[in-house]
């Protein structure tokens, strides 16, 4: 039997491995996240292909993709941490306990972050949950004032503070159907300051020398699809996360390119108990990583 498996079952920490390197594409930030030598993910790897018999990535001097299988085995390497986690849980009799305030921008609470909270409330229901939405700038703000004990968020360009979760393509968006016209100003959908999607979005018009115009401001997620969905602009927004309603704007169109952005976890200092339940949050969080925001980006 390989010594990947026990009893039929795949080794938690080869999975834990494979999640991670899925998650980040890179094996040297991969085992920077896990505390390892890279060397040792390599070899968490390898037997953990050597246990399944099938290649789980493909990978070449500069770049590493998931095969069919190993997107096959996300699924699986989820479903079977959550189940060994539960056990561990039930049988050492420890049960997290307390207040927990969780940080998180709108994009992420709209789409598949209920999810997760679901499940960690279902392994964890003696924490408290407080749940701040808010812009990633003021999130930042929050954390470091001591206002919040874990914040799930965007960071600037050049920035390296924080934990990475994903990293995903930023895209403009709009209605089906909206084309810009290049001999007017481009309409803008933007959060107000200090939104990462809208510094960046106001920094590459002025470095492409496009013209521009505000058509629309809201601090909700909301108001700015709803006044895209009318036709009022367009929006910078992470590929990942398009709402409902909206689709990237053809390349055809000429709107300069918006680069890629981070999604990390920040934790604060506070005392041991929030310490605890805010690195299980963090843990349910990274673990689930591709669940977010789907496929990462190529």
Not at 258 to 265: A, Q
Request: proline letters at 6%; charged letters at 25%; hydrophobic letters at 40%.
């Amino acid at each position: 039997m390989s010594d990947a498996t026990v009893g039929g079952v795949y080794d938690p920490t080869q999975l834990r491995t494979f999640l991670a390197v899925a998650q980040t594409l890179n094996f040297t930030q991969a085992a920077r996240r896990l505390g390892l030598r890279q060397s040792t993910v390599s070899q968490h790897v390898r037997r953990l292909e050597d246990a399944t018999g099938r290649p789980l990535f493909a990978r070449d001097t500069h770049t590493v993709e998931l095969t069919e299988d190993g997107e096959a085995m996300l699924g699986f390497a989820r479903t079977i941490l959550q189940a060994h986690e539960r056990a561990a849980a039930y049988f050492t009799g420890t049960r997290l306990r307390g207040r927990l305030r969780f940080g998180a921008s709108e994009d992420f609470v709209l789409t598949r972050l209920p999810e997760i909270l679901e499940s960690f409330r279902r392994d964890h229901p003696e924490v408290d949950l407080e749940l701040t939405v808010e812009l990633s700038g003021t999130l930042h703000k929050r954390l470091e004032a001591g206002r919040l004990d874990l914040v799930l968020a965007k960071r600037g360009p050049g920035a390296s503070h924080g934990e990475l979760v994903w990293r995903d393509r930023m895209v403009w968006i709009a209605a089906k159907g909206v084309r810009p016209d290049p001999e007017r100003p481009l309409p803008l959908i933007l959060f107000p300051p200090p939104a990462v999607t809208r510094a960046r979005a106001l920094d590459v018009l002025e470095r492409e020398g496009r013209p521009w115009r505000i058509a629309c401001t809201s601090g909700s997620l909301s108001g700015l699809v709803a006044a895209a969905r009318a036709g009022l602009g367009v929006m910078a927004h992470t590929r990942g996360l398009i709402p409902p309603g909206l689709v990237a704007v053809p390349d055809r169109s000429g709107l300069p390119d918006l680069g890629t952005v981070d999604f990390v976890l920040l934790q604060g200092r506070r005392r041991h108990a929030a310490q605890e339940a805010a690195s299980a949050l963090a843990d349910a969080l990274l673990a689930a990583g591709d669940r977010l925001h789907g496929p990462a980006p190529r």
